[in-house]
């Protein structure tokens, strides 16, 4: 697959993006002001993706910092996250007297708490841009602990089910449908069938269901639902490079964010149990999955025994252990020291010789086997605390429901022109063709699985390589297509009931 070399947001919108972003209270999400900054935001994180990807100078990344723009995307970022957390669940529960006619503004949120991760991930990737968060390294920080404790709570009270399985995925819930897999050969397996009725059982605990009139359950809840356990997985996963890369810049950082990784959170105690949790990790219809790049990937015989996730976490606790500043402020007591030599077991002959550095964790965990447990350590005498955290919930902790009643509205009946709104952003900020230079593999042939070069000339959805492939896989694709149709179709009549109503 050829770079198309196209961009999101040009030099001379960068700035103009980057300058538009503001603090927004909760109060005002969905609001024009608030969709505005957000579209900026999801297209500076596109944006800023590829720039990292293809190498050169990060514009993106250099001009946040020259505007110092990064309490802007750190304040979305804690807001987006107190919106999934306090609002949406009493959302959903008042979608039970009114059902939604749109996901779309549930899906904006969710979608850009992970862009504005996301950015923050290209921002530390830099030291001067690290340096540059000063005091909001702290919640940086308590965020993605709270990403990471959210998996580790998940796996250990439901060890055999992931947050969000491979068989959710959009593309095998369509197909599920017809039971067959996605070239129609295999019927869903039965205890596929149980594994996401359970799954969908526990979710009820915390977000409710919507019923249709008819006691359904409504597509749209089961859409939204699907969508936050899927972002939870994806925002794990960009915490764990956020945690990496700050704990290697901790030097440029306050001293105060040693003590918040090492002593208020003990990251080392918390990678070390989702090391051995392996929460990315999965069975499906007897083959291993690996949650990668935001999806579920099937890992194959050549694949490297371990995750690009699973090597940071290992890198992190490298960098953590033995560094001299940080471990001298740590106390290795005995319950520290037998969740560490857990992890004796994952350091196998594979994952040696696929990360050679691995040898120095392993000896220190030989080490630390026959010593005795460490004297404690005297904590910190001051501790600072974050600067945005309190800040973000402001008058309105504790008051959850009375601004969920406020935003009901906006949520659950949108206006035609807020729907055309947030899907202008949200296509603008996802043009298919530039999204493509971000897959981290060529697309493959549906029919095939050779390499691909052509989508379906009606939905745009699937890939084959040549036409003979196409209509080979045609009555297998067909209801999959005439589905993406029609949704498209429904976004069409919006705009264009929206252009009229404007005449």
Not at 60 to 72: N, P
Not at 248 to 261: D, E, F, M, N
Not at 342 to 359: I, M
């Amino acid at each position: 697959m050829t770079s198309t070399n196209k961009n999101i947001l040009h030099p001379f919108e960068i700035e103009h993006s980057i300058e538009s972003l503001e603090c927004i209270v909760l109060e005002e999400i969905l609001s024009d002001r608030w969709v505005s900054s957000c579209g900026h935001l999801i297209q500076l994180g596109t944006q800023a993706a590829l720039e990292a990807k293809r190498g050169g100078h990060e514009q993106v990344q250099h001009t946040l910092t020259l505007h110092h723009k990064e309490v802007e995307i750190v304040w979305h970022l804690l807001t987006a996250e107190t919106w999934r957390l306090h609002l949406l669940p009493l959302l959903l529960d008042h979608s039970q007297d009114t059902i939604p006619i749109s996901s779309l503004p549930f899906i904006m949120v969710l979608h850009s708490e992970v862009a504005a991760l996301g950015l923050i991930e290209n921002l530390v990737f830099h030291e001067e841009s690290a340096a540059a968060l000063e005091g909001l390294v702290l919640d940086v920080i308590d965020y993605s602990v709270r990403q990471l404790v959210r998996l580790a709570t998940h796996a250990h009270t439901h060890p055999n089910q992931t947050l969000y399985g491979p068989d959710e995925s959009y593309h095998s819930i369509s197909t599920s449908k017809e039971n067959t897999d996605d070239r129609g050969e295999y019927s869903k397996k039965a205890k596929d069938n149980d594994l996401s009725e359970k799954r969908e059982n526990d979710h009820q605990k915390t977000l409710k269901n919507i019923r249709n009139p008819d006691g359904s359950e409504s597509n749209i809840q089961q859409e939204v639902t699907r969508e936050e356990r899927r972002a939870g997985l994806v925002l794990g996963a960009k915490a764990v490079t956020v945690l990496h890369l700050l704990a290697g810049c901790r030097k440029h950082l306050p001293l105060c964010a040693t003590t918040r990784l090492m002593n208020t959170h003990d990251v080392p105690q918390l990678l070390a149990t989702l090391l051995y949790m392996e929460p990315w990790k999965t069975y499906h219809k007897d083959v291993v999955h690996i949650f990668e790049d935001s999806e579920w990937q099937k890992r194959t015989a050549k694949a490297p025994p371990l995750s690009h996730t699973e090597c940071q976490m290992w890198a992190t606790l490298q960098i953590l252990l033995f560094d001299s500043d940080s471990i001298n402020m740590y106390e290795i007591n005995t319950a520290r020291r037998n969740v560490l030599l857990k992890l004796r077991g994952h350091l196998d002959e594979a994952a040696l010789s696929q990360v050679p550095s691995l040898e120095h964790i392993a000896r220190w965990l030989a080490t630390l086997a026959i010593t005795a447990p460490q004297q404690a350590h005297p904590p910190p005498l001051i501790t600072t605390l974050p600067q945005l955290s309190e800040g973000v919930a402001g008058t309105w902790d504790g008051r959850w429901e009375e601004l969920s009643l406020q935003l009901a509205s906006y949520f659950l009946k949108p206006t035609t022109k807020c729907l055309q709104a947030l899907a202008s952003t949200m296509a603008a900020a996802w043009d298919l063709d530039v999204l493509e230079e971000l897959l981290p593999h060529p697309p493959i042939c549906t029919s095939c699985g050779g390499p691909a070069s052509q989508r379906c000339s009606r939905c745009h959805n699937q890939w084959y390589c040549h036409r003979k492939c196409q209509v080979k896989d045609w009555p297998q694709h067909k209801k999959l297509c005439d589905l993406l149709l029609t949704s498209h179709s429904k976004t069409d009549n919006i705009q264009e009931h929206f252009a009229s109503s404007k005449k």
